[in-house]
Nanobody
Framework: QVQLRESGGGLVQAGGSLTLSCTVS????????MGWFRQAPGKEREFVCA????????PIADAVKGRFTISRDNYRGTLSLSMTNLTPEDTAVYYC????????????????WGQGTQVTVSA
């Protein structure tokens, strides 16, 4: 059974930093592309960034460009999202997701999702 589990969310002041992690089990991690998505209250889930099984990255979402960085450690089976210079607009539940094949910015093509971790940025 494939499982994704996010961790690292929390409450942070504007301008602060957080690093989210996602552990993957039940699938050969090198065989899946992975992505980070987020969903703010009352809004649709949106793409943040994604990375291929071999570590190649897609263009990151404009809203987080220059502030967020995605990485993966295939040996440890983890995906990370380093977030800096956070703003209240970054407040959302952050999800990691996995799919076979190449990375994508579309939510509908991902096969597996974590439960999400809340990130709250105070002004």
């Amino acid at each position: 059974q494939v499982q994704l589990r996010e961790s690292g969310g929390g409450l942070v002041q504007a301008g602060g930093s957080l690093t989210l992690s996602c552990t993957v089990s039940g699938v050969g991690i090198r065989s899946v592309a992975m992505g980070w998505f987020r969903q703010a209250p009352g809004k649709e889930r949106e793409f943040v960034c994604a990375i291929s099984g071999s570590g190649g990255t897609m263009p990151i979402a404009d809203a987080v460009k220059g502030r967020f960085t995605i990485s993966r450690d295939n040996y440890r089976g983890t995906l990370s999202l380093s977030m800096t210079n956070l703003t209240p607009e970054d407040t959302a539940v952050y999800y990691c997701a996995a799919k076979y094949g190449g990375p994508s910015s579309s939510t509908v093509v991902y096969n597996y999702w974590g439960q999400g971790t809340q990130v709250t940025v105070s002004a």
